[in-house]
């Protein structure tokens, strides 16, 4: 079982739409978690992190965070076309490098 | 802040030379990363150090490839020799120690070995 999991996509909705985007992790001391954005040719660029249970809010992203059930999910309101990229989840598993999903395709239809 | 900055940006090589990619983390972070991503294997920590000192290389796939951080501002990787199955993205990113914040990470440096 990977560390972190990730479906590979694509995931494709239409502009205006959610996005709704999820990962699994395997270590239940994991402390913290991350979403990253990752352009085709560019490096990652973080735009979440959620450390404890329920839903945090920034701008139209939302992590949700569900230790228990070790989940993690990325909502994306009013989807744009620039949206159009790979969401990886990390996890921090404890020892204090980060773990990384493969990553989700996602694909915002104009 | 200039950020994460890595040289070169794209190296050809040919297997069996030596590669050697450089980082320079942001002023102040004290924690540095090295990875690699490949489309079949994704993101994939090979090392990191705290303080310049080397924490965890167990993600460094043979001896062919060694880390240095002689000090704060400076970090290198290499490769001798390198192979093919080498070829991938390799990442730098930084940290403040102690933080459970994500990472900042370079540009990359593209390299593919023929």
């Known amino acids: 079982q990977k560390e972190v999991e990730q479906n590979s996509g694509p995931l494709s909705v239409p502009e205006g739409a959610i996005a709704s985007l999820n990962c699994t992790y395997s270590d239940r001391g994991s402390q913290s978690f991350f979403w990253y954005r990752q352009y085709s040719g560019k490096s990652p660029e973080l735009i979440m992190s959620?450390?404890?249970?329920g839903d945090k809010e920034d701008g139209r992203f939302t992590a949700q965070l569900n230790k228990a059930s070790q989940y993690v999910s990325l909502l994306i309101r009013d989807s744009q076309p620039s949206d159009s990229a790979t969401y990886l989840c990390?996890?921090?598993?404890?020892?204090?490098?980060?773990?990384f999903g493969s990553g989700t395709r996602l694909q915002v239809q104009p | 802040d200039a950020g994460v900055i890595q040289s070169p940006r794209h190296e050809v090589t040919e297997m069996g030379q030596e590669v050697t990619l450089r980082c320079k983390p942001i002023s102040g972070h004290n924690s540095l990363f090295w990875y690699r991503q490949t489309m079949m294997r994704g993101l994939e920590l090979l090392i990191y150090?705290?303080?310049?000192?080397?924490?965890?290389d167990s993600g460094m796939p043979e001896d062919r490839f060694s880390a240095k951080m002689p000090n704060a501002s400076f970090s290198t990787l290499k490769i001798q020799p390198s192979e093919p199955r080498d070829s991938a993205v390799y990442f730098c990113?930084?940290?403040?120690?102690?933080?459970?914040?994500?990472?900042?990470f370079g540009s990359g440096t593209r390299l593919t070995v023929v």
């Open positions: 990113a930084s940290i403040t120690s102690g933080g459970n914040y994500g990472y900042t």
């Open positions: 990390a996890v921090n598993t404890g020892r204090r490098a980060l773990t």
């Open positions: 150090f705290n303080n310049n000192v080397p924490i965890d």
């Open positions: 959620i450390y404890s249970n």
